[in-house]
Structure formats: C-alpha cells, structure tokens
C-alpha cells in the first residue's frame, strides 16, 4: 500500500523555498499554493509571489505597502496581490497610455501649436496635420519636455511612438524633428501642485515631478513618420506620468532662421492595470501603498486578452478641426494670418472623423 | 608537484568510492570535513546519501571538474537530470546535504519545472502528496484562484 508523503515535506525546509522559488509565473506559484497546507505555508509565508515581482520588476521596489480587502491576514493579502499583479503586469491587454497632456516646456502659437495636438493622429486643422511647435531657438542644444499624463496611476510601458512634424506649408518641406528623444516616468512631487493648467498658462511642469525612470537616448530619423521606441524591458509607470524630452534640433525655420520642434503625434503602448490596481502616495514621505481590487482584477481577467491598438480606442476627444473653443478668438487669429487661404471651406471640416 | 590525492566517500549502506580529491572538493560540505578534519582524513562518511545517489553525485562531480569549459557541459546536465522522480529527489537532497551548488540549482530547478502546467489536483498525483485542505478551504481556494485557469 502505497504511503503518500508530501516530498517537499521530505526534502529539507530551504530546499523546498528552493525549488518553489525557480518557478517564474505567478500562476504556477498559486496553484502550488493550493497543494497542500505546507505547500501553502512555504508560498505564503516567504512572499514567494512578491519576490518573483520583484526579481522580475525591480521599479516595484519603492512598494511599501498593499491595500487590499481588509479580512486577510497580511501574509496571505501580500499573496494574493503580488500573484494578480505578476499576472496582469504580463498579460492584460496591450492598448494606448497616454491620457492628457500636462505642460509643453514652451509652445510658439498657442493654442494652435498646443501640446493638445499630439494626441489624435487623426485630427487636422484646415486639413494639415495639427501638431505642437516648440519656441525657437538660435541654440541647437536647447532641449524641450513634454509631459503626459496616462490612462492608469500604475501600468507598465512597452514602448513608445513619436512622429516628427512636417510643414508641407513651408517651402521645401522640412521636419521639424530632434536628434535623440529620451522618456522618463514618474510621480508628482504633490497632487495640489497639479490643480493648474500648465498647457492654459504655457507653463513647464518639470520640477513639479520625480522622475524614478529615465530612458537611454534614442536616435531619432528627420522623416515624417511615427517612429517606435521600443523600451529594452517594459517599465512600471508607477505614478501615472511620461514625460518626453527632445535634445538637439535640426532644422530651422527660414522665415526666422531659428531652431524648433514640431511634434504630430505622441502615444505609448502598454497594459494600464486599473481598476485592478492603483497607487497612492502619502506625503510628505512619499510612500507608495499598491491598491489591488481582486473583484476588479478577475473581472479584467474574464473580459478576455483580446487587447485593442486600433485606433478606433485611442483615448482622445473627438476629433478637433477647431482646435479652440472660442470661436471669436478663433476668428482674430485666422483674421492674423496672411497665406491667403480661403476659409469658407470650414463648413466641411467640422464633420467629424469617426 | 601536484598530488593525486585520492578520497574515499562512504555512503549510508556502507558503499565506498574512491575519487581525485580534487572532485570530492567540488563538495563544499567534503570541503570543509578535510580542511577541519586534519592530515588524515582520507575516508569520509556521507550518512545522508546513499551509494546509488551517492555514485551519481560523483559522476557530476567529475565531469563539471575534469571538463569544466566543455561545450557539452550544458547537454551534460540536460541528460543528467533525466532520471525518474525519486532518483531525482534524493539528487536533490543529496546535492543539499553535500553543497554542491550547481547541482542543487540543476535538480531544484528540473523539480520545479515539473510543476509547470500542470493542475493542483496533477501536481498532487505526480509527487504523491495528499490534500490536506478541508472541503471548505479547497472550496475558498477554488474561487479566490479563478482567474488562474489550471487551478
């Protein structure tokens, strides 16, 4: 007659964390959890789930605590967190990041050349592209920012899209691209600092952030396309803000012969991981708490892995051919220009794109 | 002068080996009993292990030491570890007790991946393990898992 007994029971204490420790998906470490009670006790009781996230996403590290459904004692709620978040932080759906614009270092033409521009690679304005103009400068290592913010306070980023503008209205064409583009995540310093419109008031709000992620530099190509930066390892975004920074400028602009940065269209791409987790920050010690809901997690999990990157979900107003509200406003500025184009043709153009 | 030192390692059930001391240095745990044990610890008693894990051990041993930079190393391990379950374990135990570091990684890490895919109730038949969860808790279990579609 054969006697079951439990071999990781068997095997000593150290060489049992061990072996449970080589496994490298969260779901396997569940399921071993539910093998048995000492099985459980091994997993449990050595956060075994919070050190694979942790091995696997080191921007993790700042976590000092979960929030999660108060019955649990902490060693099982850390389990069950850390479990989920491995999961949903490698296969929730992938789809578009980027929320809302926060400040533009400098903007030439506002609101014409605003930040709002980058959004929506479909919108136009008088049917050119719209986009977002830098001031100008006679420096060419003058850099700008951009700041977004994105869809989920925590989500993890794969990469990142840029397509430099080009003035098909200038003579000869040219793109107003940078040398290198270079990303950094992060949080607010505090979030009373974030009840202002830095875009309204042209305002840079770089120094209102801690930035815990900064990217290498990478080269970007003066063609008018949108280019891919792929991040070499998907990042947490633990916060909920990108900031795009532009170094070295390329082209000039004859009528001024001076140096700008002209941008059609930003978007990142990851898998945001509210409403199943967010974080809070307490200040002023800038702790981080991970909020997890599991009803929320589970019910992300069985609406399915089809994620969506078409663009019929990315996160924008509607198309906007009038980029600004007032339309008196709106009147003096076209009133101001004088490439003499004729502007009857607007009735169209506020048919909206669907 | 290099010695060819030779040791003798003696299992549970009272098997004897004689190695190069150099492999049997490959052993932390025989490592340190030779370096405490003074000039004439030639027989070394490894209750823990016995003579058929014991033999396999030192095949281990031997190869990562004579050969270390081969470039069959790799498929040296892969085929060493395809062994049956309980020859695997008692490796396992064995490598634990005797510290030897790359063969407890080898065989903690073959273990593990027998888990892969496989369902809680699959995990208990293969390394015969009784559930000692009441009806309620695997109930508990069951529904706090869902999301995890091998539960």
New interface residues.
Partial sequence: M?T?????E???P??AF???S??D?S??L???S????Y?QNIVVSNGLSKQLCMSTFPQLACITRVVGPSHENSSERDH?AYA?LF?ALTSFPLTYCVADPVSASSTDNYPQESIMNTLDPRDTIRNRGSYWSSKGSNDTETPETLIYSLTANICVITEINLHPFQALFQFDFPIYSSRFVRFRMGHPKSCNDLNYDFVDAQECADDKFIWTYTSQMFPVIQQNRLQRFKLPEPVICIGGYLQVELLGRVQKQASDDKYYFCVAHVQAIGRQLSPAFSVEFSEPSNSVSLKYD?AK??LT??NGQNGSLSTSVLPVQPPRQLAWGNLQEFMQIVEGHDDGVEYDVWADEFDPIL | MTSSKTIVLRSSDGATFEVDEAVALHSLMIKHRIETGGADSTTIDVPEVTGNTLSKVIEYCKKHVEAPNSDDLKSFDTDFVKVDQAVL?HL??AS?YMNIKGL?DLS??T???M??????EQ??ET???????TPEEEEE??K????????
């Fill in positions: 054969e079951r007994i439990d071999f990781l068997w095997l000593e150290d060489m061990k072996i449970l080589c496994l998906d779901a396997d569940v399921r071993a539910a093998v048995s009670r099985w069950r989920s999961r599991a997690f589970g999990v069985s | 374990c396992a135990k634990y407890l903690s890490k273990i593990a991946d888990f892969k895919g496989k369902t809680v995990i208990r390394f015969h393990i009784k559930n000692d969860f279990l069951r706090e898992n869902s999301w995890n579609l091998f539960v």
